[in-house]
C-alpha cells in the first residue's frame, strides 16, 4: 500500500514538474529528506525515485520560459571550488573507488542545490521550500516525539535505514535543524489553529531529538535553544516554549537517559568518545601528511594502522570538521569552513537590511532562523559525520536566494523612490516655468 502511494504521488506529478519545475524540487526535497519510499516494503524501496525527479525537473528547467541565472556569489563559487577540490583529493585518495562513489554522491546533492538556486527565485517558491523540508523532516519530530512520550524514553528515536537520517544520532541532528525552519512557518502564519499545531510540532520535534538519545543532540539542542532565543522576535513565547521543552523532557526522559548524558563529563571512562578522539587524531594525522587528505570514505582499519595514536581502536570519526580535515586536508577544510562563515554574514546582513522595512520581515526571520538551524548544525556536527549532509547545503542555497530577493526589492524600491524624486523636480520645474512664478517676466494677465 505504500510502495502504490509514493507511486501515485510522483507519477502522478511529474506532468506538473514538466510544466513547473518548483514543484520538482519540493517533490526531490520530500524524497530526500522524508524518505517515504524507505519506509514501504516493496518496489518502491529500491526505486530510484530521487533520480527520477531530478532529471524531470531539470528537463522543466530547461525547457521553461522562465529566465535561467545562477546567482554566482562567494558561496557558490566556493561550492563549485569544494566540489573540484573534492575530485582531486578522490584523485589521490587511499581508496579511490570509494572516494569516486562518494563524490559522485556529493556532486548529485549540490547539482539539485544549483538547480535550487535558479529554479526558486521568488518569496511563494522560497516559502514553499522551507515548508517541504520542515513537514518532511517534522514527520519524525511528531511521530518521534509521541513515540518517546508513550515509551518513557527507552528507546531511541531512528529514522528510515539506509538513508543520510537512519541512526539516532543523525536523525537527532535533522531534528534539531527542523525546529527553527518551523519556528520561522510559526512567525509568518496567521491562522491560529495552524499556529497553535506548529508549536505543537516543535515541542514534539525537541522532545524526538532528546529521545535519540544522542549525546551529540544535547549539546546542540542546547546551542541551538540559546540562539533561538536570541535570534526569536517574540523572545517571552520563545522563551516559555523552551521551558516546556525542557519541564517535558525532564518528565519523560528515564534515569537510563540521564546517567548516559552524565558520561559525557567521563570521557576518559568511554569507549566511544575515546574511539571518537583516536579517529579526529587520525584525520589530523593525514592532513598533516598529506595535502590532498586521504579522501572520502577513508576511516578504514588500515589507514588507522598508519596514522592512529592506537592503531587498533577503529571508530567512525563523528564530526563533520574532522571529516573534512582527514578527506580532504586543510585546503578543503578552508573552504568548508569559508562556505559557512560566510553564509553566516550574508545571513547577518539581510537580517540587518532588512530590520527598519516592514515588508520583509519575514525576510529577516528566515535569515534569522536560517542562522539558528546553522548553529545546530555547528554545535552537532562537531560530534556527527554528516558533512555532505544535503540538508546543510540548502541552508546555504536559502539564504543565497534570500539575499537575491532582498537585493530585488532594495532595487525595485530604489527605482521608485528615484522616479517619485524625478516626477516632483519635474513639477517644480514646471511650475517655476509658468509666466510669473520667478522667471523674470511678467504673466499674461498683466
Not at 198 to 225: D, E, F, K
Request: net charge positive; hydrophobic share 50%.
Amino acid at each position: 500500500m505504500r510502495d502504490i502511494f509514493v507511486a501515485l504521488v510522483v507519477f502522478g506529478l511529474i506532468p506538473m514538474v514538466l510544466r513547473r519545475p518548483q514543484v520538482g524540487i519540493y517533490l526531490w526535497c520530500w524524497i530526500s529528506y522524508m524518505n517515504p519510499h524507505r519506509l514501504a516494503y516493496g518496489f518502491a524501496m529500491t526505486f530510484p525515485w530521487a533520480y527520477l525527479i531530478a532529471i524531470t525537473t531539470m528537463l522543466g528547467m530547461i525547457f521553461s520560459k522562465e529566465p535561467k541565472r545562477i546567482p554566482w556569489t562567494r558561496e557558490t563559487i566556493l561550492m563549485l571550488i569544494l566540489l573540484l577540490w573534492a575530485a582531486v583529493t578522490s584523485y589521490f585518495a587511499f581508496f579511490p573507488d570509494l572516494a569516486w562513489e562518494g563524490w559522485i554522491k556529493f556532486f548529485k546533492i549540490l547539482l539539485m542545490t544549483f538547480v535550487t538556486l535558479v529554479v526558486i527565485n521568488n518569496r511563494e517558491r522560497l516559502h514553499g521550500v522551507v515548508w517541504m523540508i520542515a513537514l518532511s523532516i517534522g514527520f519524525y519530530g511528531i511521530k518521534g516525539g509521541i513515540f518517546t512520550i508513550v515509551h518513557g524514553g527507552v528507546y531511541r528515536v531512528q529514522g528510515p535505514l539506509g538513508t543520510f537520517i537512519g541512526g539516532n544520532n543523525e536523525m537527532a541532528l535533522a531534528l534539531i535543524m527542523t525546529i527553527p525552519l518551523i519556528r520561522y512557518l510559526h512567525l509568518q502564519e496567521t491562522r491560529q489553529w495552524l499556529k497553535t499545531g506548529l508549536m505543537g510540532a516543535m515541542l514534539l520535534t525537541a522532545i524526538a531529538a532528546i529521545g535519540s538519545q544522542s549525546r551529540g543532540a544535547l549539546v546542540g539542542i542546547l546551542a541551538m535553544g540559546m540562539f533561538l532565543w536570541l535570534k526569536s522576535r517574540n523572545k517571552f513565547m520563545t522563551a516559555l516554549l523552551i521551558v516546556i521543552s525542557v519541564g517535558a523532557i525532564a518528565t519523560i526522559m528515564p534515569q537510563e537517559w540521564r546517567d548516559r548524558m552524565h558520561s559525557t563529563k567521563d570521557y576518559q571512562e568511554d569507549a566511544s568518545a575515546l574511539g571518537r578522539i583516536n579517529a579526529w587524531h587520525t584525520a589530523f594525522n593525514v592532513a598533516k601528511d598529506r595535502v590532498t587528505g586521504g579522501g572520502i570514505e577513508m576511516f578504514r582499519p588500515s589507514v588507522f594502522r598508519e596514522y592512529a595514536p592506537e592503531p587498533y581502536r577503529v571508530h567512525d570519526v563523528h564530526s563533520v570538521y574532522f571529516e573534512i580535515i582527514g578527506e580532504h586536508g586543510f585546503i578543503g577544510f578552508g573552504i568548508y569552513m569559508a562556505i559557512m562563515g560566510f553564509t553566516w554574514l550574508k545571513a547577518s546582513s539581510i537580517i540587518r537590511r532588512s530590520k527598519r522595512q516592514p515588508e520583509l520581515k519575514w525576510a529577516r526571520d528566515l535569515a534569522a532562523m536560517t542562522q539558528v538551524s546553522m548553529i545546530g548544525y555547528g554545535a552537532c556536527g562537531a560530534f556527527l559525520g554528516l558533512a555532505y549532509f544535503d540538508y546543510y547545503w540548502h541552508l546555504v542555497a536559502i539564504i543565497v536566494i534570500l539575499d537575491q530577493l532582498v537585493r530585488q526589492r532594495e532595487t525595485s524600491t530604489a527605482t521608485v523612490e528615484a522616479s517619485g524624486t524625478v516626477r516632483s523636480e519635474e513639477r517644480e520645474e514646471g511650475r517655476l516655468a509658468m509666466p510669473g512664478y520667478g522667471t523674470g517676466r511678467p504673466s499674461l494677465r498683466e
